[in-house]
């Protein structure tokens, strides 16, 4: 059996609350072994021998729909790929420990085509830098330069399909406790 990681999108955001013992329920639900949660943001890990992510998705996606009542977009990796993810080096150590910066991952479901890759490219500011790698987008916030226009909703608007952010931090936890 291989280990994965299902990110959630809106969990226990906009009324939509979910409580940690439920959702590992529900995976369990699903056949898959080993289920834990990781924080309250919608992280799930869990294993099992279904090697094809697009259809993990879309079992989970179906599944929470039922149980939950609404649309839960869902975003698996595997952990040889979130190894990956939390390794790549979209932006200099120099930017990243700079004071006020912070580092998110996007989560999407397919690899943005050139025309998405140019428009975050015009998106770029002192304020906010996205760097693009497989199914990947790397947001660089600069706080100390001001507030962000990004969120949620107008970030999947400039990328033209859903997505769901974590704190590089917390996929660099992910990493650290099942790799």
Do not use: C
Not at 18 to 42: C, Y
Not at 76 to 91: D, G, M, Q
């Amino acid at each position: 059996m291989a280990k994965y990681v299902a990110f959630l999108r809106a969990i226990n955001v906009g009324g939509h609350v979910v409580k940690m013992d439920q959702l590992r329920a529900l995976f369990e639900q699903l056949k898959f072994a080993n289920v834990e949660t990781f924080i309250n943001s919608g992280n799930v890990i869990f294993d099992t021998k279904t090697p094809n992510i697009e259809s993990l998705e879309r079992k989970i996606e179906k599944h929470l729909k039922q149980s939950l009542g609404y649309e839960v977009v869902t975003f698996v990796r595997s952990i040889p790929e979130l190894t990956e993810i939390a390794a790549h080096k979209a932006f200099s150590e120099k930017e990243l420990n700079t004071d006020g910066n912070t580092l998110f991952i996007v989560f999407v479901g397919t690899s943005p085509n050139k025309q998405v890759k140019e428009r975050m490219a015009s998106l770029v500011s002192a304020i906010d830098d996205f760097h693009l790698n497989g199914r990947e987008v790397y947001w660089l916030y600069r706080r100390k330069n001001g507030e962000s226009k990004f969120y949620g909703a107008l970030l999947e608007k400039s990328l033209g399909m859903k997505a769901t952010v974590r704190n590089v931090n917390t996929v660099q936890r992910i990493v650290a406790k099942y790799s």
